[in-house]
């Protein structure tokens, strides 16, 4: 790999850029992108509609419009064509989720040290908002992810003979929603957690698709597996596991397939060394804040725990997806 070449404005860019990622949480969080979506409206307006004090929802307005999300004229804001289409709760491509779910994690983030001295998590009380919200940005944050790159996934792999699909651990069911809507005759059972069930209920509706995706309530951590499955799709949830369970994990869903079932995890993957690529890496931190023991796989490690929890023909397969993320397959022999 390269040696990346630095810069000391480089590094101080690196260093500053949260404070454009808390403007817009607080754009998100305050609603802004809404209300402007729509009206033009003056500073005034927005922090009377807010509850806000002037002066600094003054700034706020100002350093989103600098960001180039907000325009001003006149000394009237307006949302940007894309953040209107990205950021209003109005639009069916609302981001904003994710990007709360971004602004829950801050706080941990804020006691990286502490972690790497402690090796403990230092997400517990990060946030002052309740629970339902944490778990409502953080389930629907997911779709949002999921849902840009769920439609070509569930094109690239050929799923047309297979007929039972396990999501396992699919939290919305976004990609059980894209992989039956790429394949007519194949139904789906999304396992998750209780609290996830109406995300998911909901999300499924959405897309008309509740007479061949249902939603099963359960710990697969502790629970046994529904059995005869001829697929199923694990992604991104090894990466909260060490080893040993993740191992586990594997070889309890290698029990569940039919004898030639496919089984298929998305996870974002380090190369062998582990010094790359950045977001895997980085990944492995957001998992020391938030777990007791998850991190970051490589794909030889990936390999070597589905081939012993006995899957052949395990590869990963020629997809680019974003921030290193990777899909590795296998047959149950």
Not at 156 to 183: K, Q, V
Not at 242 to 254: D, E, F
Not at 286 to 313: I, R, V
Request: proline letters at 4%; a negative charge; aromatic letters at 6%.
């Amino acid at each position: 790999m390269a040696e990346t070449e630095w810069t000391i404005p480089d590094l101080l860019q690196l260093s500053g850029g949260y404070w454009s990622a808390c403007a817009l949480h607080a754009g998100v969080k305050l609603d802004l992108f809404t209300q402007l979506s729509t009206t033009p409206l003056a500073a005034r307006q927005v922090a009377h509609n807010c509850k806000a004090d002037l002066r600094g929802m003054s700034m706020l307005l100002d350093s989103l419009a600098a960001l180039g999300l907000l325009t001003k004229q006149g000394g009237l804001y307006s949302a940007t064509a894309f953040a209107a289409n990205a950021l209003s709760r109005s639009s069916d491509n609302y981001a904003g989720h994710i990007i709360m779910h971004h602004h829950h994690l801050m706080a941990g983030w804020s006691k990286l040290g502490e972690a790497v001295l402690s090796g403990t998590p230092m997400r517990a009380n990060a946030s002052t908002d309740d629970s339902e919200t944490v778990r409502e940005s953080f389930l629907m944050g997911m779709f949002n992810l999921a849902n840009l790159q769920a439609p070509r996934i569930a094109q690239t792999i050929d799923l047309t003979a297979s007929r039972r699909l396990l999501d396992l651990g699919g939290g919305p069911g976004t990609y059980a929603i894209h992989f039956c809507l790429a394949n007519p005759e194949l139904s789906a059972v999304v396992l998750d957690l209780p609290t996830t069930r109406r995300f998911a209920e909901a999300t499924i509706a959405r897309f008309e698709l509740q007479s061949r995706i249902s939603f099963s309530a359960g710990d697969f951590d502790v629970e046994p597996l529904p059995t005869g499955y001829d697929v199923i799709w694990i992604s991104h949830i090894l990466h909260a596991e060490n080893p040993c369970a993740s191992a586990a994990l594997l070889a309890k869903a290698v029990s569940a397939l039919e004898d030639g079932g496919l089984l298929m995890i998305q996870e974002f993957i380090l190369d062998d060394d582990r010094a790359g690529p950045l977001f895997p890496a980085l990944f492995s931190l957001n998992m020391l804040l938030a777990t007791e023991s998850g991190q970051s796989y490589s794909c030889s490690e990936l390999k070597e725990m589905m081939t012993t929890a006995g899957l052949s023909e395990v590869k990963q397969l020629a997809i680019q997806l974003p921030n290193g993320a990777g899909i590795m397959t296998g047959r149950k022999t």
